[in-house]
């Protein structure tokens, strides 16, 4: 059992942004249907976006916490699958803080679009669920790679843009029906990948948005020491001649852990061999 949770550590540790996502879903879904559940106590209402924007102004932080809960487990299951799969696709060409400030942005923006849709309609209902984030990724990678290549079981060979336009459609034809203020979020996702390909295109990196927001918090509350001005007094010596610079090998435990995270970041943490997830661990600590 604790070899099963020091795996789950450093795939945690180890794995990127996508693995991270994942376990911050899953993690929320625990506290609102086990913690919460046995206690009784709805607390979906209190992280889930409310249709009604007078609601917003007693719990403004479910314009963002919603993506992250599930009404139950097959909504998070089958959401989760996409997430893993669109997001190792989209980490294929762009980087772990670029897939970190889509996911946020997209939310934010579905979210919004899903208030106002409902509040037009006249219609007073909550939402949750990361399915518009998922599709603003799965989207964004479409967008820029569409005939990549894909193989799916039981299918064979398909181009990346098939699949997103099947995914697309079914949301488009399911407007009408059951949750479609889950489906006005889906398309809404599915357009701020489109504008977050084409803004990054022109030269505009709309996740840097959310990068200098957490670089601002994280120097915000990091403390500066000031240490003391000293006044030092040093001989004078004739400087001696040094011999010509040399090679700094590596340290061999730095160079192993180096070639370890290098493999991680082309094959995933799963490839590792046992050795090499005991090396990890320990060097951790």
Not at 17 to 27: M, V
Not at 132 to 161: C, D, E, F, H, S
């Amino acid at each position: 059992m604790s070899s099963i949770i020091d795996d789950l550590k450093q795939e945690y540790k180890f794995g990127g942004i996508t693995q991270r996502l994942i376990y911050w879903n899953i993690a929320c879904f625990i506290v609102s249907y086990v913690i919460f559940g046995l206690l009784q106590i709805d607390f979906l209402s209190f992280v889930s976006l409310s249709s009604n924007p007078a609601d917003l102004l007693w719990k403004p932080w479910s314009i963002l916490t919603y993506s992250f809960f599930h009404s139950d487990f097959i909504h998070i299951f089958f959401n989760l699958i996409v997430l893993h799969f669109s997001g190792q696709l989209f980490l294929t060409f762009f980087t772990q803080k670029q897939l970190l400030g889509l996911y946020l942005l997209s939310a934010l923006f579905s979210g919004a679009v899903f208030v106002v849709a409902f509040y037009l309609m006249e219609v007073v209902s909550p939402i949750v669920g990361a399915s518009g984030a998922i599709m603003a990724i799965l989207v964004a990678t479409t967008v820029y790679q569409p005939l990549m290549n894909l193989r799916l079981m039981l299918i064979g060979n398909v181009k990346l843009w098939h699949v997103t336009v099947v995914v697309l459609l079914i949301d488009v034809m399911q407007l009408r029906l059951e949750n479609s203020g889950g489906h006005i979020a889906h398309l809404a996702g599915a357009f701020f990948g489109f504008v977050f390909i084409k803004f990054l295109q022109n030269g505009t990196d709309l996740s840097k948005i959310v990068s200098n927001l957490f670089d601002f918090f994280v120097n915000l509350f990091t403390k500066t020491e000031s240490k003391p001005f000293k006044k030092v007094h040093r001989n004078y010596q004739k400087p001696v001649s040094k011999p010509a610079s040399r090679i700094v090998s590596k340290d061999k435990t730095q160079q192993q852990i180096d070639e370890i995270l290098d493999k991680i970041s082309k094959s995933g943490y799963d490839c590792l061999t046992k050795e090499e997830k005991e090396f990890l661990f320990k060097a951790g600590k």
